[in-house]
């Protein structure tokens, strides 16, 4: 059941400014109505000021008339009209500096451990460019010395989802060669 924004500030409020009972509000707000009691005995949220449930838009001023004339009505919160939380756009997203040069390892673990991933597939997984995945690929890359293969979600260039729906999408037959997904040995 969906709760309010802020329980206890909603409890204080109802409270104070309606003949609800315990119970009511208490499962409102997801409190045991022992707790809604210390609220409106001043034990407890003294100087804790009320969240207002009707200004906030969560209930509706005949809701809470209902609740006060039937002490067994349960109160329901209003749904939204606002669109929900979306997930972030694919594409370019911002790599701290400390992540930058995992970007190489990263790259020499996935052409190690899938070495039918093209160069598109491996830019976007991990945001890098196709001049630095062929630098690697072909041992050009001005670090070359230091590149040691681990896996980009050890790096935290990647989800664990992510990698799994890029290799999901590769060509059958190409499972990944000597390693876990972890980027430890397969034994």
């Not at 409190?31 to 009691?37: D, N, S, T």
């Not at 067994?72 to 606002?82: G, N, P």
């Not at 997930?87 to 790599?95: F, I, L, Q, S, W």
Request: aromatic share 4%; proline share 9%.
């Amino acid at each position: 059941m969906p709760r309010p924004l802020m329980p206890k500030a909603t409890a204080v409020w109802l409270v104070e400014n309606t003949a609800l009972t315990f119970e009511q509000i208490g499962e409102l707000c997801g409190l045991h109505p022992l707790e809604v009691q210390v609220i409106a005995d001043g034990d407890t949220a003294t100087g804790m000021l009320g969240q207002d449930p009707i200004a906030n838009g969560q209930l509706t001023r005949e809701e809470i008339e209902k609740g006060e004339k039937d002490p067994e009505h349960r109160l329901v919160l209003r749904t939204s009209d606002l669109p929900g939380v979306t997930n972030r756009a694919k594409g370019p997203r911002y790599t701290p500096v400390t992540k930058r040069g995992d970007k190489p390892d990263a790259i020499a673990w996935l052409i190690k451990t899938y070495p039918s991933m093209s160069d598109a597939q491996i830019g976007r997984l991990i945001g890098t460019t196709k001049p630095t995945i062929q630098a690697v690929r072909d041992r050009s890359h001005w670090n070359a010395t230091n590149i040691k293969p681990r896996s980009p979600v050890l790096a935290g260039l990647c989800t664990q989802r992510e990698l799994d729906d890029f290799i999901d999408r590769l060509p059958a037959g190409s499972a990944p060669k000597g390693e876990d997904m972890a980027g430890g040995r397969a034994d």
